[in-house]
């Protein structure tokens, strides 16, 4: 789904001015950026994912509901996106009235890692070499649940990309900004979807079922950032060279839940890692067949503007 709603509850004050500042710069006709004059709309669903009311002192690392923070950092391991093997499925499978399990983990943007302005993050170290002193600055001790999601999220960062693909971990709004102008252009506009959970959702794995036919989105280029486990926001955003096809797809839940998500058909997958999750799920070797995935709700997406639905 299209994300172009903004709580005004759910916003920090950094925020207000960073958008507040870009809006104006547009208007003028002095930003330069390349982004459209709705991408600021869009952009807030950073801010309902999100509680950035933060200062030094009060950062956390969320505890998942999927079983804690050692299932958190054992996930980006040996994966090269943050996704768990509760969201594959193949492209046959994208069609009305398929049953597919999924698990849609839900979480609540006021206790979740707080996303900070790039000044404040600049001061702060993002290393494995320092991550004793990360441990000490942030309160957490060598070997607890904690420092091992850390340095796995550091390590994980510090990989080299796969072959055709453009990675960083981005650690605040601008850093991720830039890194979606590197991939699309100076010039060109761009926005932001993601999945959308319904009120009633729940963290739970059960079968959805495909309600309508899925709408292909024309989408020629696709930014993907993953959230990753850190005491703040940290986004593991990735483009990928070849083909990728986006969809929106309705899905309904066994217990009555709606979910309105964002699916990625990964066409060629030959250079991926053989032990990718999803290969050992689907019963696939890389190369062999499209791998598909829903994103978390807690994932952007980011795409050419406009991003067009195909009927």
């Keep these: ?105 839900k979480r609540d943007p006021a206790t979740s890692p707080h996303l900070l302005p790039r000044e404040e993050v600049k001061s702060i170290p993002f290393s494995s070499a320092q991550l004793p002193y990360l441990l000490q600055f942030f309160g957490f001790s060598q070997g607890s649940p904690q420092a091992i999601a850390m340095e796995n999220t550091l390590r994980h960062c510090e990989t080299e990309p796969i072959e055709g693909e453009t990675k960083s971990c981005v650690t605040s709004l601008e850093s991720m900004l830039d890194f979606s102008r590197k991939i699309f252009g100076l010039e060109a506009s761009f926005e932001v979807i993601g999945t959308k959970l319904g009120e009633k959702t729940t963290s739970l ?71 990718h999750v999803s290969f050992r799920l689907l019963g696939i070797q890389p190369g062999a067949s499209p791998v598909c995935h829903f994103f978390p709700a807690d994932n952007l997406i980011w795409v050419p503007s406009p991003a067009l639905i195909q009927d």
């Design 1 to 105: 789904m299209r994300l172009s709603y903004c709580s005004p509850h759910s916003s920090a004050h950094f925020v207000d001015i960073f958008l507040k500042q870009k809006i104006e710069e547009e208007e003028k006709g002095e930003m330069g950026l390349g982004f459209s004059s709705s991408w600021s709309l869009s952009f807030c669903v950073l801010l309902v994912l999100m509680s950035a009311e933060a200062s030094k002192g009060e950062y956390s690392l969320q505890k998942h509901e999927d079983g804690g923070e050692e299932a958190m950092a054992r996930k980006h391991i040996h994966t090269h996106m943050d996704m768990s093997m509760r969201i594959f499925f193949t492209i046959t499978d994208l069609k009305v009235g398929k049953r597919i399990p999924v698990y849609f983990s």
């Design 205 to 275: 794995l059960q079968n959805y079922t495909i309600l309508k036919s899925p709408k292909p989105i024309s989408a020629p280029k696709m930014v993907a950032c993953h959230t990753l486990p850190y005491p703040y926001a940290v986004f593991y955003c990735h483009f990928q060279e070849g083909e990728n096809k986006v969809f929106e797809v309705s899905l309904g839940g066994e217990n009555g839940d709606r979910v309105e998500a964002v699916a990625v058909c990964h066409m060629d997958t030959s250079q991926w890692n053989q032990d």
